[in-house]
């Protein structure tokens, strides 16, 4: 049927052109044009603003409202803020700061400065610096999105000897500004409840994740104590009812209570805060080496920039590493330790609880919801602050200096060993296995390192080969979609050509018999279409190994690769687009009033290997998406058995009963 409609579209775009009936061309003109005003293009596309509409999203309008709190706390104009979580889910954050203005701004007299910060984007005071020297808001998007994604918004302000209040709700003011009564007190409460028609009505603030972040802004700011009060009936693990968060000691009271009196591998942690006159901003750090490590981790890293967490990482922690790995090793040349040159950043941090907080001007973050730093003024800030500390810390007990030196270079040593066996066992590996024909191996012997790009087809296959590195990258391409091992029997699945295939170029066997040691890959990549059947593949591939060896997810073994599905050219600029959404992003940010030519990718074989390359495999510019698990694993086979197994009427009631929020996603 495919194949007969193809040659019916190939044979009437041969045919002489014939004469179009006015009805048969849909109508477009001026009224199709859709203009959104206000806060309707975050109503519109929320994920643009905080990444989605999840319970982490909902969660991420509390960070926004707590991060303008703790700006003003910074600034040294508030000392204590209150958060409060109502019995009916709404969300209360009261600071004693210097309050929003209220007097009518210059730009809109007939409105007050509060509601423009409430109701137009890029609107606030952290753009010219003037008014806040660091900050850890969206810069004037965070507050009005907010108010753009609740349902209701309260805000009381005290300032200039009154009490003044306003409501708002889905983004418009639904009340004047209004003058309530004198008052001698100062700052601002902003009540929020999130809208339901956005979040859904089972998504709810969960008590336990808003008390741990309430808890840490007190440990990243010494001068502001938070309050904590909740009423709500969603109280579990252990979460107190009420708290007051105060920690003179910062992060080093932070590390304390992680490290929990365990044993450490010096007598005290290096920490300390620098702070840099001018721009430069401030620093403070706590760093302690435990061989027990933290609860179910090794080691951990956790960063903050101007009080937000940068759980993604970023240059701020690039400095912390590089400032430990050139003081340690330069502890090592001064007592005549060789193996020092062995060590890296890596075996530093393996056993090592690392906490870096920097408060920096203008802050550069990727993506909306800020999860990486970028700025680097933060590195070289980082780097200056803490090269000679912790030269002074490592000189001035040096019998606890050598004992971090010998742990840290055991930690090294287990590094080499381990990639020593595995480069054997690699080998070994190579030299008995039957390799599968079609996969293009990498040169490297070592499984780290190394990865496999798991590809649609012999068309993808070849622009992949083309666009790889020899060394490190290899090819696997598949015939089409595999076997959906939800569905089939043990035989069908055992016997499957392709799947035997893909293990052997693993190395791995399945179920039991799946030993990490015996990977051949450090990553394994699918890389299928950016489209529906790419994704369908890319399912098939994720419920095989879910199914298979779950041990390699949970490892973070797994990825995905993001190629774009769109080429946007305009002026000899170029950039791409991962799907719609990111597509009408890049035409309302980058070619905003333009009209760039828009090319559609069909597949992965189509991508000239360059642009491949450039786009999708190149470590330096691609973005993968890690495979992972949630903590409670039983919801994910509920889930997979229900659109992947043999109960299609399983699938049909999922899809019945979320029919709704594929409506947008479906092309006519």
């Not at 975050?42 to 999840?54: L, N």
């Not at 009518?104 to 910060?117: D, G, N, R, T």
């Not at 016997?495 to 052997?504: I, Q, S, V």
């Not at 642009?611 to 919801?635: F, G, I």
């Amino acid at each position: 049927m495919a194949k007969a409609v193809q040659a019916s579209l190939f044979d009437d775009a041969l045919a002489p052109a014939r004469p179009v009936s006015p009805r048969a061309v849909s109508a477009y003109s001026a009224k199709d044009i859709e203009v959104l005003e206000g806060l309707e293009p975050v109503r519109k596309r929320p994920g643009m603003y905080i990444g989605g509409v999840d319970e982490r999203a909902l969660h991420h309008l509390f960070a926004e409202v707590l991060d303008n709190a703790m700006d003003e706390a910074v600034a040294g104009h508030a000392r204590l803020i209150e958060v409060e979580l109502d019995a009916d889910g709404a969300l209360t954050v009261k600071d004693d700061g210097r309050g929003m203005p209220v007097d009518p701004h210059p730009k809109f007299p007939q409105l007050s400065a509060l509601e423009v910060i409430m109701t137009v984007l890029h609107s606030g005071g952290k753009f010219s610096g003037k008014a806040y020297e660091t900050s850890g808001g969206l810069h004037g998007v965070g507050v009005s999105v907010v108010n753009a994604l609740s349902k209701r918004v309260e805000i009381t302000v005290w300032k200039d000897g009154f009490e003044w209040r306003q409501a708002f709700s889905q983004g418009r003011a639904t009340t004047r500004l209004e003058q309530i009564a004198p008052s001698r007190k100062h700052g601002t409460a902003l009540t929020f409840a999130p809208d339901p028609a956005i979040f859904g009505e089972d998504v709810a603030f969960r008590p336990a994740r808003l008390y741990r972040m309430a808890r840490s802004k007190a440990y990243l700011f010494r001068g502001v104590e938070i309050r904590w009060r909740c009423a709500s009936e969603r109280i579990v693990d252990q979460t107190p009812a009420e708290a007051v968060f105060r920690f003179p000691g910062g992060l080093s009271d932070y590390l304390a209570e992680t490290v929990q009196g365990a044993e450490t591998i010096t007598p005290e942690p290096f920490a300390g805060r620098v702070e840099r006159s001018g721009e430069a901003g401030a620093v403070e750090w706590a760093v302690a080496w435990t061989p027990a490590g933290f609860g179910e981790a090794d080691g951990f890293m956790r960063s903050y920039c101007n009080t937000v967490p940068t759980p993604e990482g970023g240059t701020h922690e690039a400095g912390l590493r590089a400032v430990l790995t050139r003081g340690l090793k330069a502890w090592a040349e001064l007592t005549s330790e060789r193996r020092g040159a062995l060590i890296t950043a890596d075996d530093i941090l393996a056993q090592a609880g690392a906490l870096i907080s920097v408060f920096v001007r203008n802050p550069e973050f990727q993506g909306q919801t800020k999860e990486r730093l970028s700025s680097v003024d933060a590195q070289r800030l980082v780097e200056a602050a803490l090269r000679d500390p912790f030269d002074h810390w490592l000189t001035a007990q040096p019998k606890a200096a050598s004992a971090l030196l010998a742990f840290v270079i055991d930690r090294a040593e287990e590094r080499l060993k381990r990639r020593k066996d595995k480069e054997v066992a690699r080998a070994s590996a190579t030299r008995k296995l039957r390799l599968p024909g079609k996969l293009a191996d990498c040169s490297n012997q070592a499984a780290e390192g190394a990865e496999i790009f798991i590809v649609e087809g012999d068309s993808a296959g070849g622009s992949a080969k083309q666009a790889r590195d020899r060394r490190t990258q290899a090819i696997l391409p598949l015939r089409g979609k595999i076997l959906n091992v939800a569905s089939a029997t043990a035989d069908k699945t055992d016997g499957n050509k392709e799947l035997a295939d893909l293990m052997l170029a693993l190395g791995v066997g399945g179920g039991a018999r799946y030993r990490e040691d015996d990977l051949r890959y450090e990553r394994i990549i699918i890389m299928t279409d950016a489209d529906v059947d790419g994704a369908h593949i890319a399912s098939l591939l994720i419920t095989f190994f879910w199914r298979t060896m779950p041990d390699l997810i949970r490892a973070g073994r797994l990825y995905l690769a993001l190629p774009p599905l769109y080429r946007l050219s305009h002026g000899g600029k170029s950039e791409y687009a991962r799907d719609e959404a990111h597509k009408d992003e890049l035409l309302e940010t980058v070619f905003k009033g333009k009209k760039p030519d828009i090319g559609r990718f069909k597949g992965l074989g189509e991508m000239m290997p360059a642009q491949l390359k450039e786009t999708t495999m190149d470590p330096a510019t691609r973005t993968l998406a890690r495979v992972s698990l949630p903590r409670a694993e039983e919801p994910v086979e509920a889930l997979v058995e229900t659109l992947m197994g043999r109960r299609p009427e399983l699938r049909y009631a999922f899809i019945q009963e979320n029919a709704e929020f594929a409506a947008g996603d479906v092309d006519v």
